[in-house]
Each structure stands twice: as C-alpha cells, then as structure tokens.
C-alpha cells in the first residue's frame, strides 16, 4: 500500500483510509458487528492503516467499534475521530446542536479513548465549527491535551479559510477533512490553497458522492428514512437522473484506463495534490478492493485536462445538504 504524509506533520497514513461512519450509523440496515470486525481486520491486512470515526456515529458505537476490532493493531494503524456536537441526553442518534467549550472537548476526549482503547488520540477534528465558541480557544483546548500526551494531533472539518488561519496559529493544524470529490469541488477555492501554504494535509470524505459516483445508484435506487441521503437534495429522483452526465464521463475514461468509475473518481482526487488522503466508506470486501485498486490507475496530465474541461461544462443539480446542515459548514 502507497503511503502519503498529511502535509507538514510527520504523520504517515496509507494513500487510502476509510471511513467507518456507515458500519454504525447514517445508513439502514447498519453492518452487523462481527461482520464489520473481520471487514476492519480485512483492511488492515489489505494496507489500510488510516480509519476514521466519530463520537456522534452512533451516538458512541462506532468507537467502540473500532476499539474493539483495532485494539490488535496499535502502533500499526492511525484512528482519527472528532468532538464538537451536543449529543441527545436520551442516547438516541443524531444531535441536538454544537458544543466546542474547552471542558467539553476535554470530556470528549477522555471518552473517547476510552472506547477506543487507546492511550493517546492519533488526529483529533473538530467536527463542525462552532460559531459561540472562539476558534482559539478549539486550538487551545486541544494543543493542551496534545500537551498532556492524550491527543498527536489537531483537525478541523468543514472548517472555512479563515477559521483555518486562525487555528493554525495556536495550535498546528495536521489535517483538514471536508467533502471533496469531482461533483463537489467547492474546496478548490479557498480551502485547498490554504492548506498548501501552511502545509495541511487534506482528508476528502465522500470522495465517491456519498455512493453515486461509482454508477450504482440510479433514479430508481431508493433510500431508506433513515438513509442521510433520503434528505439530501442532490439526491432526489430528479437530481439524480440530471447528473448520470457525471457518470458518463467517469465511464468514458475508465473504459480508456481499464477502471470503474468509482476508481476514476478516486485516481482524480489522488492526482490532485500528493497531500491529499481520500476516505471512502465502505463495508464490503469488493468495494474496498475496488477502491484500492484507484491506487493502480494513471491519470497523465492529458487525462486530467480532459477531465477538467468536461466537469467545466457539467452543472451539478442539487445542492449536496439542506439548508440547515448547509449552514454548518465552511464557517
């Protein structure tokens, strides 16, 4: 497996990690737990050593998930996982709002590794920007535990430039995790340059449009109520069908290449900057090997300036949240 480091850090992950949310949450029907133990072991014998989790998916269970399945593996692999939403008291999934004050990231972390298993967080994001919240104090909170030997490493998700700036000022910033795929290229603008001057690495979740972008999902597909995607508009029947044009390019290439789409959407991204460490979902045996397999695709200069003028001329139908969700991001 190649390896990549997240920017200026000295923290070396495969060139593909994987995202975990989907084994416990966000889905229906989440994977059963053993099955997802020997899918994680799977990975691990695969090359995968990047992982990446979250108190909220769940709430808690995906944590103790990988506690549990990569408790073998310390020293082997790199979990990342986040702080700053305010969890229902009840148990029940999803949240009830932000909450970034210092203490409380303090007691998310202290759980955290506990159900982890482990004696110090390897990268730890805040999951949303929190807008009472000074961003200084985020930094500060955390270069404290990373002071403390409790946490390696500071990141922020969906965090906009400046937030960025500011954070990196206090405490570096190792990574920064935001959608990033070819129907979202939104970070080009801002993020992405920031990160290359101050030397951050960048993680893409749903490189692969949260499914789409492999050609499997059609204006037929449905989703579960509990699926994020029943509520997404870009995931309308409508929005759907519009954008097979999307698909259609991804194929015209992949037939050149000898590659699926999802492994053309996945080489893309990796071209792009040798800082950059997408985090496909998955929990199967064959779509994770097909996703290794992007590992193996060349996109040659000419490919990519292809590829660019016809995403140019494409216009996404959808946005990729609703406008509640879209106001907690790129703050």
Request: hydrophobic fraction near 40%; glycine fraction near 8%.
């Amino acid at each position: 497996m190649q390896k990549r480091k997240l920017g200026n850090s000295n923290l070396e992950v495969s060139a593909l990690g994987l995202g975990c949310m989907r084994m416990t949450y966000g889905d229906s029907p989440v994977g059963d737990k053993q099955e997802m133990i020997s899918f994680l072991h799977a990975a691990v014998d695969r090359g995968i050593t990047f992982f990446d989790t979250a108190e909220v998916y769940g709430p808690f269970t995906n944590e103790e998930l990988l506690g549990e399945a990569l408790s073998p593996f310390h020293g082997q692999v790199v979990i990342a996982t986040k702080f700053g939403h305010r969890l229902h008291t009840d148990g029940s999934p999803g949240f009830s709002g932000l909450n970034s004050r210092p203490e409380h990231i303090k007691q998310v972390a202290e759980a955290s590794l506990k159900r982890l298993k482990l004696d110090a967080i390897d990268l730890f994001y805040q999951h949303r920007v929190d807008p009472d919240v000074p961003i200084e104090d985020v930094a500060g909170a955390v270069k404290e535990l990373i002071q403390e030997g409790k946490v390696k490493h500071f990141g922020l998700s969906e965090a906009g430039a400046q937030t960025i700036r500011r954070a990196h000022a206090v405490q570096p910033v190792t990574a920064v995790e935001s959608e990033y795929s070819l129907w979202w290229r939104t970070p080009e603008e801002q993020v992405l340059p920031v990160c290359e001057e101050l030397g951050i690495g960048f993680v893409p979740f749903s490189p692969l449009g949260r499914g789409y972008l492999t050609g499997k999902i059609d204006e037929n597909t449905t989703f579960a109520s509990s699926d994020i995607r029943s509520r997404s508009p870009r995931y309308t029947p409508e929005a759907r069908k519009a954008n097979r044009v999307v698909i259609d390019l991804l194929a015209r290439i992949g037939e050149q290449k000898g590659a699926t789409p999802a492994q053309i959407a996945l080489a893309w991204l990796l071209a792009q900057k040798p800082w950059i460490v997408p985090i496909p979902g998955s929990r199967k045996l064959e779509r994770l090997d097909e996703n290794i397999g992007a590992l193996a695709v060349e996109l040659k200069p000419d490919d990519l300036r292809e590829i660019k003028s016809a995403i140019s001329k494409i216009t996404i139908v959808g946005d990729r949240y609703a406008a509640k969700e879209q106001r907690m991001v790129g703050r």
